[in-house]
Each structure stands twice: as C-alpha cells, then as structure tokens.
C-alpha cells in the first residue's frame, strides 16, 4: 500500500472531524462493494479489479412512491485532486426505492488506480429540492509490500533462544508451543495497520494455520511483527532440515512476493546412542595391521560402523564421519549418508590419504580411527577408537605404482634349465632334456632409486605359486646378478605348461613386498612314461610273432589279448585308450589302410589299477587279416600298440609302444590260406 493511501485516509478522517460542527446537511455516505472495513474508501484487490462495482446509497426521506413522478439521482466522481466534480458519470430515476438502499454501479474504466472522491445528488420529488452528499474517498491501490524492491524480501528472523536443532522440549517451552518469529521492519516497504501475514512451513505451496485447531490461514500482525510456528505444524512434516518463508497482505489484500526462506533443524526424535567400536577391515578383528597387501585389496582402507540406537535415514538423515589419526596427522574423511545403506556402513579411503597420514615413516605407525555422527546442524560424538598399526614402507625401488604390488622398476627372473653335460638352455623354457635337474634362476637388481645399497633386504623366488627359496643381500648394487634355483622336484610338481615366475623383496621384520613383473616360462621337461602295452600269446620257435595261434579263440580267430601293465598314474575310475595299427614291413613303418582301431576300458577298479588288466582287440576281418592281402606279402608284417591316458588338467600321456610282427597266413593243401582258412589271392 502506498504512503499516499494512508495519507488521504488520515487527511479524510481529520476533515470529517473538522466538518462535524458545520451546518450544512449532506446525504449519509454511501457504501462501495468490496470496501475495506477501517479504511475509509479503499476498495479490496479483489472488487477494485471487478468489471463492475456497486455503490450504494441508503434510502433517502420523504422518498418518491409515485412511479410517474419518481425521485432523481446524479452520481459524481473525479480525481481528488481536482476542484470541480463536472457532470454526473450516471443518473437515473427511481420510486420506491429499497430499505437496503439504492445501487448505482461505478464501473472499472471510471475506478482508475489512485484516489477519487465520489458524491451523489438526489432530487426528491415530494420536497421539491436537491440534496447531495458529502464528497467521500474512493481508493484503488493495488501496490503490495515491497514492491519495486530489487533483491528477495527478508528471511523471518528467529527467536534468540532458538537451539541449533529444535527439539520437542523447546516448542513445549514457549507461548501456545511455537516458536515465534519475527519479520524484519519494512517501514519503507509498506508497512502499514492491517497488514496480515500468510506463512509457509517445509517447502509447501499452502500456508499454515498459525494458531493451532483454528483453520485460518491469515496471521494479523501486531506491532513487535512477531508470527507463530506451532509445534503441531512441525510435527506434521518431522525431523529434517524444514524451511520457513512468509507473504504480506496489506489491508487491501495485495500479497508481497514470498520472502527468502530461514532454514531450521527440526530434531523431535531422540538422538543417536549407543554406539559401537569402529571396524576396520583385514585389520580389527584380525591382526590388528594394514599394510601394503590390505591397501592394493581395497584401493585404500575400509572402516565399517555398526548400527547404533536411533538412527535416522533419509535425505535429511544421518551423517557418518570418520577421522583418521596418527602422529604425523589427522585426515577427516568425506562425510557417508546413511541413506539406504546396511549397517555396518562402510567408509572408504584411498591410498593418497593414508600415505599423508604414514609420511615417512619406516615400520609401523599407530593410527587411530574415530567416527561421530552428524544429524544436520547437531555433531554426536561417538567417544569411540580403534587403533590398528599401518605399515606402508616397502624396501627397493620407490613403487612405479603405490597400488599395484607389482614394481615394474624391478627386472624379471631368467629360468634356464641345464641338460646332462651342464649345458644351460634357452631364456626361460625348460625343455625334455632338462629333466630331473633344477634349473637356474638370475635375477638382475634394479638401477632406479632408492638403488640396491640402500639397505639390506631378502628376495623371495616364487615358481607357478609355490614358494621357492629366499636369499638375503648385502651392500648390493645395480645390476648385481643373484643367481638362485629352482628344484626339481618343484619343477616335476607343477608339470607341464607355461609357469608363472617371480620373486619379490622385503624384509623378515615387515608384511610388505614388492613383487617383480611374472616371467612366463615354457615347460616341457616333465616327461610322464608308461611300459609298452604286452600282446599275449605270441607264437613262434625263435622270432616271436602274432600269428594263427595267438587269438583267443583259436577257431576260428577271435580277439588279440593285449595285457595293459600298471602304472603310477592310473586312478580309480580313469580309461585307458588302447590303440593298434597294422604295417606291411616288419619295421612298423609302412601302415596298411583301414587296419587302425582304438578301444577304451571300462572305467578302471582298484584290482585293474594294482595288477594291470587285459583288453581284446578286434575283430580278425577288420584290423589283422588286411595286413597281408596277398602270396607275395606273405613273409613281412607287423602292428604297432600304446595305450593313453588323461590327467587332470586334461594331460594326455601315452605309454611306450609295442612293434610286434604279425603273420597271417599258413601253409594249406596245395595253396596258402588265411587263419580262418580262406584261400590266399596270389597277388
């Protein structure tokens, strides 16, 4: 509303009292729809924005109630600071008019915003004269409070005794249980009798009712511009961090814009207790030490918090922070919300924060984790530690990569493998003739700092996982070579295949390593054997042949028995794979078409593993009759015979193989005929 307004309404107010003792008569005023009670003239927002707007008159003495001769009536307006009203802006007749008074309707084009004076004439028929009234305000303000300020409208102002976070006790406490607020003075903003205020609690878009159990929204504002927050408002909305904003009305109705917003910790739940130990993970429980291996697991250190008594989730929950401590420092983590998360919460670190907190320490370092939970505005110690040792100090080069236990400044391991005559074979494959001897292993000392001289320190060799030995150095030096070896029967252990090398370095007085890059080695040396499969049965006087004889039965041939001796590697349940190949020369060298065969055993029982076991292979027409076709091959011939095996590891081992020779054919009645006593073709 602005200044102007009050200063007519008064100026107006002080003039009627002026004229109370003047003689004229005038007319009673007349009554404006939407007029503000209090305020003489002022028309409310609502009416002074209406197409139209009655006004009006009450009823007149001595009116007509003759409708051919009725009373007339004149309506005036003009501006107030004009002197003369001009003609009437509207005029009509009327008999009999109302006890509830006559209407005359000011339209929105005559109600222009500002301040107008309005009057009427009447010109009553049965005296025969004209009487007016006394010229009235008519008032159009449509300027709110604070307008035309450029920047927000002031936050509400708190109570001086308002807690950081506002518990239940507090509403209790005071006045109708609310806390009373207050808005700043805005006497060059409008401030003004009448003025009422509508109020906004936690974000909403519709106002409270400020007086507890009544339904209205407006709060009428006294002088010390005090408002109420009642605590049946808060509790509606709960703990969280709750925001408080207001609007002024001015008597008219016109609204400010929204003030900026106070916020507030609304606390009504009982605070968090009952607070556990701190967790520290591979370290307590456990062995009460974070070292290199804990930090590369975790990319850091993870301390877990376990649930607590009261606890409160959500956006506007519970904080967890955690401070880590040792002598060289204290590093207060990035707070963790509660939010959704599963006790025992979990709070990480990285690397770069615990080799602050270790500087350059050698050995270990005691370090201290606390934790307090932060609700809001309100920190709650949990008054708990847990200590565990921390051990970051790596002896060798400074780590190519404090994460990763691999140093790549660290050279690889060269395996050779020696043959019989101390020969050493190629960089790292160790080959069939470098069975049963250990092989070699050279590693070269690094040349990046800190060098090898710094201080002393063990290398620790390591074959495909298995720890190999370890040696202890002196006063080394870059480039020095540490020759080392691998035993046999570690080498006979991990069988075949590409193995895994390394070494790394350390100390026997701390957990931490450094490991140097793998070398892949190519192993073959491990040579699996088994005796030769033993046909049964062979015939003849002095060379030993499969003949006519030697099937079982006899007549006609049946099945070549084949013994499979016993074997180290046979397990229960495993098959054996006998094969067999027929040769046209006795040298096993030239294999005949279509005579190959393979037959598996039954899946091996423990009598067939410890006394070795027979298998028939067949049938005659098939895979021996065919070696010998004709006359003239009569006199050479022969088959090859092995069996096989897998290992885990799917390993295939094959047995020694068995060359017999084999004759098919024997001397009949005027011609050469077949075991089976078929005739022989020539050729």
């Known amino acids: 509303m602005k200044r102007e307004t009050l200063e007519a309404i008064r100026n107006f107010q002080n003039e009627r009292k002026a004229n109370a003792q003047d003689p004229v008569v005038y007319l009673p005023d007349g009554k404006y729809e939407g007029g503000v009670e209090g305020f003489p003239g002022l028309i409310s927002r609502e009416f002074a924005a209406a197409e139209e707007m009655d006004f009006v008159m009450p009823r007149w003495e001595d009116f007509s109630t003759d409708p051919a001769r009725p009373d007339k009536v004149w309506l005036y307006i003009k501006p107030d600071d ?15 008019p109302p006890a509830t008074g006559i209407l005359g309707n000011i339209d ?22 004209i009487s007016e009234s006394d010229p009235q305000l008519l008032i159009v303000d449509l300027t709110p409070p604070y307008d035309g300020l450029p920047g927000p409208i002031p936050a509400p102002v708190p109570p001086a005794d308002l807690p950081p976070s506002v518990d239940i006790s507090y509403f209790q406490s005071q006045t109708d249980q609310s806390a009373w607020f207050t808005i700043p003075d805005y006497v060059a903003h409008g401030r003004a009798p009448g003025n009422r205020l509508q109020l906004y609690y936690g974000n909403s878009d519709y106002p409270y009712p400020p007086v507890a159990g009544n339904p209205e929204t407006f709060w009428l504002l006294d002088a010390d511009l005090k408002f109420p927050l009642p605590l049946v408002v808060v509790q509606a909305l709960g703990d ?117 907190l270790y500087g350059a320490t050698v ?140 070494y790394t370095i350390g100390t026997a007085d701390s957990t931490n390593r450094q490991f140097s890059p793998d070398t892949s080695v190519d192993v073959t040396a491990n040579v699996k054997s088994m005796v030769a499969p033993q046909v049964l049965n062979l015939s003849g006087s002095s060379a030993k042949f499969i003949n006519c004889l030697s099937f079982d039965p006899v007549t006609p041939p049946g099945a070549i028995e084949v013994h499979i001796p016993t074997s180290e590697y046979f397990t229960l349940g495993m098959i054996v794979t006998l094969y067999w190949q027929g040769y046209s020369d006795d ?27 027979t298998m028939r292979l067949g049938p005659y027409e098939e895979i021996y009759k065919p070696i010998q076709p004709t006359r003239d091959d009569r006199t050479s011939g022969s088959a090859r015979l092995y069996y096989s095996i897998v290992l885990p590891g799917d390993e295939l081992v094959n047995s020694a193989e068995a060359v017999e020779m084999v004759r098919g054919q024997k001397a009949g009645s005027g011609s050469t005929v077949f075991c089976d006593n078929t005739p022989v073709p020539e050729s």
Request: glycine share 8%; no cysteine.
């Open 82 to 96: 004009e002197i003369d009203f001009g003609e009437p802006f509207l005029s009509f007749s009327v008999s009999s």
């Open 240 to 356: 969280g961090l709750q925001s408080l904003r207001y609007e002024i009305y001015d008597a008219a109705g016109n609204p400010s814009r929204r003030s900026a917003k106070f916020d507030l910790d609304i606390g009504l739940s009982p605070a968090p207790t009952d607070f556990q130990l701190p967790i520290i993970d591979h370290a307590v429980p456990g062995d009460k030490l974070i070292d290199r291996a804990d930090v590369v697991k975790e990319d850091g250190m993870r301390v877990r918090i376990p649930e607590y008594q009261n606890f409160q989730r959500g956006a506007d929950g519970d904080e967890i922070i955690v401070t880590l401590t040792t002598s060289v420092g204290a590093q207060t983590l990035p707070a963790q919300a509660l939010g959704d998360n599963a006790f025992p919460v979990e709070v990480h670190t990285g690397y770069s924060t615990l080799e602050d």
């Open 587 to 613: 040298a096993g060298t030239i294999p005949v078409i279509d005579t190959g065969t393979e037959l598996d055993s039954v899946p091996l029982t423990q009598p067939m593993i410890y006394n070795g076991f």
């Open 108 to 129: 929105l084009a005559r109600r222009a915003p500002g301040i107008h004076r309005v009057k009427y004439k009447v010109e009553v028929t049965n005296l025969g004269n």
């Open 363 to 502: 050995g270990l370092l005691q370090l201290t984790v606390s934790y307090v939970i932060k609700r809001r505005s309100v920190t709650y110690p949990s008054g708990l530690t847990t200590d565990t040792d921390l051990d970051l100090f790596v002896v060798g080069p400074t780590p190519t990569d404090p994460t990763d236990p691999v140093n790549h400044d660290l050279l690889p391991v060269v395996v050779r493998g020696t043959d019989a005559g101390g020969i050493e074979g190629p960089d790292n494959e160790l080959n069939p003739e470098h069975a049963t001897r250990p092989a070699n292993a050279r590693i070269t000392l690094w040349s990046a700092a800190p060098t090898p001289d710094a201080r002393p320190f063990t290398i620790y060799l390591w074959y495909d996982g298995k720890p190999v030995s370890q040696q202890l150095v002196t006063n080394g030096s870059a480039g020095q070579v540490i020759d080392m070896e691998i035993p046999w029967s570690l080498i006979a252990e991990q069988a075949n295949g590409t193995k895994l090398v390394h």
